[in-house]
């Protein structure tokens, strides 16, 4: 992988709980520090691959690829400034634990 390539600077967030009031139940949040801060490339996908991903996966709009980690799980999203991309999966590119690519849907 190209360092040129990873020109997006991402946060990886994990969803936390939060304590019941008694009024409501406890829901999920999302953790204000990042589980991971990298570099990635982001790009939407289009044509066949879109075509391809949306009937595997449903509704997978975006491709973000990065350095290889463990830490990265698919219940977790990417935040880049004031957008986020639900991941959908985590694929460890030709399983070379090198390359991450992150199939994700972007707006949740």
């Known amino acids: ?3 040129g390539l990873l020109r997006h600077y991402i ?4 969803k936390t709980s939060q ?8 829901g999920k949040d999302w ?5 991971l801060s990298a570099w990635a490339d982001i790009r939407p996908l289009r044509g066949e691959k ?6 595997a996966q449903g509704q997978v709009t975006h491709e973000i690829s990065m350095r290889h980690t463990t ?3 698919a219940d977790m999203r990417a ?6 991309f639900s991941i959908q999966s985590v694929i460890n590119v030709n399983e070379r634990n090198r390359e991450l690519l992150l199939m994700c ?3 949740v």
């Open 1 to 3: 992988m190209r360092a």
């Open 11 to 14: 946060d990886i967030q994990q």
């Open 19 to 26: 304590a019941s009031d008694g009024m409501s139940a406890a």
């Open 31 to 35: 953790s204000t520090s990042p589980v």
């Open 50 to 55: 879109l075509a391809l991903f949306q009937q």
């Open 71 to 73: 830490k990265i799980t």
């Open 79 to 84: 935040k880049m400034g004031s957008r986020y």
């Open 105 to 107: 849907k972007e707006g």
